[in-house]
Nanobody, 115 residues
């Protein structure tokens, strides 16, 4: 089992920055891929960014160039650096992890971008 706890959300003005963190505990050595997803008001949950164990990353087109996903394996923590935030980035951001047999989700952290 893996537990994921996000932090770092909050209220920011458009054009500002935030860094989200996701701390993993439990059997985190089993994780192969970690990712961030988000769900805006009245929207379906959507993919934001992922990073594999080999550090290969992938981004949703709307955030590419503004968001950076990274991981610190020593701290067992996933990050999402978000720059030049837009009001449409307002959402609950959730951490995701996938092992060979299971997927795990964090509880989410709210990001609100004011115009």
């Amino acid at each position: 089992q893996v537990q994921l706890v996000e932090s770092g959300g909050g209220l920011v003005q458009a054009g500002g920055s935030l860094r989200l963190s996701c701390a993993a505990s439990g059997d985190s050595n089993s994780i192969r891929i970690m990712a961030w997803y988000r769900q805006g008001p009245g929207k379906e949950r959507e993919f934001v960014a992922q990073i594999r164990n080999d550090s290969i990353t992938r981004y949703e087109s709307d955030v590419k160039g503004r968001f950076t996903i990274s991981r610190d394996d020593a701290k067992r923590t996933l990050y999402l650096q978000m720059n030049n935030l837009l009001p449409e980035d307002t959402a609950i951001y959730s951490c995701y992890a996938r092992s060979m047999f299971d997927i795990y989700w964090g509880q989410g952290t709210q990001v609100t971008v004011a115009s």
